[in-house]
């Protein structure tokens, strides 16, 4: 691992976010570590990770020891939501740290590519639907059908001519993505509209696996 690839682990307070990135001999990426440091409200420092993305598990294993290296100034290491790979090795190495998490709202978040977005996203095994969505357009003026399906862990979203069952606009969209809308009665709240409560609730329920947004792409 060259030295000026990952760098000193003595961060540079004045500047709330950092950012290492590892990579092998030919300089390909294998790992990505971001996270914002500030003074605590009685002494030390508070280390909150970003992103946290590892090829493998000799680079997880290298970007953990790189945090813990902060140990005198964070006896505490904060982990946003979502910022941890679906990475079992990882979540299994995990007991050696006092590990906590931040809550984290998508309100930035926003979907290109839907089909992708859909395909990619991580869906529960046990969930097993197909239900037509009506997305409201860009202007909103119109809106479109898609018909959602959910099956052994696998989804993915096409265009359809049947009615939706539930109707979202990008932004709600972005957050039912997101896995923002944790009951059905929040996601009603929000200003999502349904043609039946148990529609909306089968949606919601796809959400149960909350999907990895890092920060960095």
């Known amino acids: 691992m060259p030295d000026d690839v990952f760098g000193s682990p003595k961060p540079q307070l004045e500047r709330p976010n950092r950012k290492r990135r590892l990579a092998d001999h030919e300089q390909r990426p294998t790992g990505l570590l971001s996270f914002a440091m500030k003074r605590h409200e009685r002494h030390g420092m508070q280390l909150t990770v970003h992103d946290f993305w590892a090829a493998d598990e000799e680079t997880a294993s290298e970007m953990m020891a790189f945090l813990a290296d902060h140990h005198t100034r964070s006896p505490v290491i904060q982990f ?83 009615p939706g069952q539930v109707r979202l606009t990008w932004r709600q969209l972005a957050v039912w993505y997101a896995g923002g809308y944790q009951t059905a009665a929040a996601a009603r709240l929000a200003g999502v509209t349904t043609r039946s409560h148990e529609a909306l609730s089968r949606l919601i329920r796809t959400t149960d696996h909350e999907p990895w947004l890092p920060d960095h792409f």
């Open 80 to 162: 946003r939501r979502s910022a941890l790979p679906p990475c079992p090795t990882l979540l299994h190495r995990l007991h050696r740290y006092r590990l906590t998490a931040e809550a984290w709202h998508p309100w930035m978040l926003r979907i290109l590519d839907i089909r992708e977005a859909v395909r990619l996203r991580g869906w529960p095994t046990d969930i097993d639907i197909a239900l037509p969505l009506d997305i409201e357009r860009e202007d909103g003026a119109a809106e479109d059908h898609f018909l959602l399906e959910v099956k052994g862990g696998t989804g993915r979203i096409t265009p359809t001519h049947i």
